[in-house]
Structures are given as C-alpha cells and as structure tokens.
C-alpha cells in the first residue's frame, strides 16, 4: 500500500491494539487473532503494539502456544502490558513470558494507573532497563507534580484522552495544557481511548445502537497538536490544533505536512513519534485504518 510520506512519519506504528478494552471488549482470543491477521495486511504499516491485561498474560501464552500462532522466523509481537496494583509480581511474569517466547513475542512495554507523586518512583524503579514504562496521569491541579516525578523517574507519560462516557473526555484546553506540559519536560507519552477517529467531532461513544454521543478527540488533530507541542507552541496554538474539525485545514504531502500555513517537514514529523508522542491505544484499528482512507489521509 502507498502511503503519503507525511502520513507515514505521522502515524506509523501509532495505533497500540487494545481489542480486550471497551467498548470492543472482544476475548483475548478474538483480538490475537485480529493482531495476528492485521500485521499481515497492507494496512500494517500503522498498526502498534498489542496491549493486553497483565492478569491475562497465562491466557495469551495458551493462545500464543497455538500451532502457526507465532513462528520463531516471523517478526516479533511486540506487545504492552497493563499493569494493576500487584506490579512487582507481575513484572516477574513480564520477565518469564519474554525468556518463554523470545523471538517470537516480546512485552517491550508496560503502563501502570495513576499514582500520587511520591509513589511513582516506587513504581518505576523495580521495571527492567528493556522496558518502556508509562504512568498514567490525570489532568488535575497536581499535573505537574506528577510529570516531573516521571521524568525524575526516566518514564513516561500517558494520557486517558476519553472513553465510554462523556465526563471522560478532557475538554481540549486541558489536553492542550498536558501537551504543553509534556514538552516543557522533553516528556515523551502515549494516549488511551476515544481516539478511533481521525478528527475532532460528535461519535457514538459505545458501539450499542442506544449509544449516548459526545465530541470525541481526533488522533490526526492530537499528532499534529503533538508535533506543535514539541516545536514551542503556545497552549492557545496547541488547542487550535485540537479543535480543528476540517479536513482541508490539514495538506498532507509527500515533503510536508502543512496545517493552516504552518509546515512540518518529515524528519520533524517522525522524531516527534519517535521521542515524544509514542502511540495511541484503541480498542479497534480498522476504524482509524478506515478514517484515513475515508478522508483520503493516505
């Protein structure tokens, strides 16, 4: 599949499957095997990690131990692991599921819950040096207190940036103020839930046919607030970014991605990926896939 340059140094490998999580809340069979057959596909180049439940990990080494699931030849399952307040024994099942299919499948990531400031070098400290680790952050009055003890902690950020109910999803300036920062720190984070669709807008928050709507974030609006974020924007530039509904206020070509007269060359493009906005999670990815293809992203 040919896909624009500057799309590609936006987006690729952005989208971290989370099948398991609502509102798909598919089986860990089901989302594998959905991992499994999109990393063959031609839409791969956009596809992530595969995130999964670290109370889940006995039940993926039973699906992973299948025949033709997962071939010492193939390229790695990079996967990332949710962790909950049992950390220190988990990390222990980390370490043995990555010496049990090394060459195969591979925890490259985990992501622990909010925690108070003090408590977050207590988190971080025991996870092995190989390891990508990202603490949740709410966006409150302590924001800050937080980011600076994961930074202190060589971590990383992540933001919850919606989810099934519409008090979930951050208003854009607070979004805008944790982009903002995140930069101030050189703070590289990911971001969780409500981003299925490629711009801001009012979606369906559940897949049920009753579903309540709400104005849900795009994760082309937060790339691009992202990358202004990293350039030295203001929190007023980052929330224009984030609030922008048309898709023709976004030029993607094949040397720049241009946004309201503003230019951002491919080599900016991707080291904001790769240094600061790490990825999205989202519990579906033929949605975005379908998002960028819908308003002719790629």
């Not at 805008?176 to 807008?201: I, N, V, Y």
Request: proline share 6%; aromatic share 8%; net charge negative.
């Amino acid at each position: 599949m040919t896909v624009l340059p500057s799309t590609r140094a936006l987006l690729e490998h952005a989208v971290d499957y989370a099948g398991t999580f609502p509102p798909a809340a598919l089986s860990l069979q089901n989302a594998v095997a959905n991992y499994a057959r999109e990393r063959q596909g031609p839409d791969a180049w956009l596809l992530g990690r595969l995130v999964v439940p670290a109370g889940s990990l006995d039940e993926l080494d039973a699906e992973l131990a299948q025949e033709g699931r997962v071939a010492p030849s193939s390229s790695e399952y990079e996967l990332s692991v949710i962790m909950s307040a049992d950390a220190r024994a988990q990390l222990a099942r980390v370490g043995a599921f990555n010496q049990r299919w090394r060459g195969g499948a591979r925890i490259v990531s985990v992501e622990f819950p909010p925690a108070e400031p003090a408590d977050i070098p207590g988190l971080v400290n025991p996870v092995d040096n190989s390891l990508e680790t990202f603490v949740e952050v709410p966006i409150d009055d302590h924001l800050d207190e937080r980011l600076d003890a994961i930074s202190r902690a060589g971590a990383a950020a992540k933001v919850r940036t919606g989810g099934t109910v519409p008090a979930a999803i951050p208003t854009p300036p607070a979004l805008a103020r944790f982009l903002h920062s995140c930069a101030a720190r050189d703070l590289a984070f990911k971001a969780t839930a409500g981003l299925h669709h490629a711009l801001r807008s009012c979606y369906s928050l559940t897949y049920e046919r009753d579903s309540s709507t709400a104005v849900m974030h795009g994760f082309v609006n937060v790339s691009v607030a992202a990358a202004r974020a990293r350039s030295g924007a203001s929190v007023a530039n980052i929330t224009e970014a984030l609030t922008e509904s048309s898709v023709s206020a976004f030029h993607f070509g094949r040397e720049s991605l241009v946004y309201r007269g503003s230019t951002t060359g491919l080599q900016d493009l991707a080291s904001t990926r790769r240094l600061f906005f790490r990825s999205f999670g989202s519990c579906s990815f033929r949605e975005p896939v379908e998002e960028l293809a819908r308003l002719q992203l790629v």
